[in-house]
């Protein structure tokens, strides 16, 4: 029996894309308002996104029947939203900083993703994640870059240097997607979760925005608080 229209690929895509879209529509307001209005919006809701992603790391990992794995991941959510206080709670550029890093990460998961899907090419790293190449990474380094760059209006730092701000943490970014699906592939799961209709779950949805805050905040670190706009 021939396929219907609707079980083509073509349209299993756009099903996909528009899966996507929609919970990103609705996710992307709430997170921009907690940013934007500060306490005590954004540390609820990063106290939320800490629960779920501490319950979705303890599934992923078998719980306490791993504890070593237990105690990396714990660890490395709780580095991450330290960083995030640490970086949104700035009294002089938290909110600029942070919507900056929100932007860098959705550019490079945005164009990515349809990077990757126009153009195809070589895997990035196909033993961990066989969908990603270096055509989506390019793509994502590229509207990263521009989205950074944009920032020049509210930042004294030139353009040059806000853009190749922007492409070094999409590469940050890509490499805290593909940890967490190398977590995935060694424990035998597709998503960390259920919870977000066509990303999965929290973990799926933050793995590059973890890595970031954690990359930002070492960079801080090492330049005694400075961020890219000093």
């Known amino acids: ?45 990063v106290a939320l996104a800490t629960v779920l992603m501490v319950a979705e790391w303890h599934r992923m990992v078998g719980g306490l029947r791993r504890p070593g794995w237990l105690a990396l991941g714990f660890a490395y959510v709780f580095l991450a939203v330290l960083a995030a206080f640490w970086i949104r709670h700035d009294a002089q550029a938290g ?28 895997k990035l790293a196909p033993a961990i994640s066989p969908s990603k190449t270096w055509s989506g990474l390019a793509g994502g380094m590229g509207a990263a870059a521009l989205a ?15 853009a190749l701000w922007g492409a070094l943490f999409a590469v940050v970014a890509q490499i805290g997607d593909l940890a967490e699906s ?18 999965g779950g929290i973990l799926d949805r933050v793995d590059g925005l973890l890595a970031v805050l954690l990359g930002l905040a070492t960079v801080r670190l090492a330049g005694g608080g400075a961020t890219p706009w000093n």
């Open 1 to 45: 029996m021939a396929p219907s229209p609707a079980d083509a690929p073509g349209a299993s895509r756009f099903r996909d894309v528009a899966v996507r879209a929609l919970s990103a529509a609705i996710i992307a307001p709430l997170a921009l308002a907690a940013v934007w209005f500060g306490f005590p919006w954004f540390d609820l809701l």
């Open 95 to 122: 909110r600029l900083t942070f919507l900056w890093v929100l932007a860098v990460v959705w550019a490079t998961d945005i164009f990515a993703f349809f990077a990757g899907r126009q153009f195809g090419g070589r």
């Open 182 to 199: 190398a977590m995935k592939r060694r424990f035998g799961l597709k998503d960390s979760g259920h919870l977000i209709p066509g990303h």
């Open 148 to 162: 950074s760059a944009i920032f020049t209006a509210w930042s004294p730092a030139g353009w040059l240097a806000l």
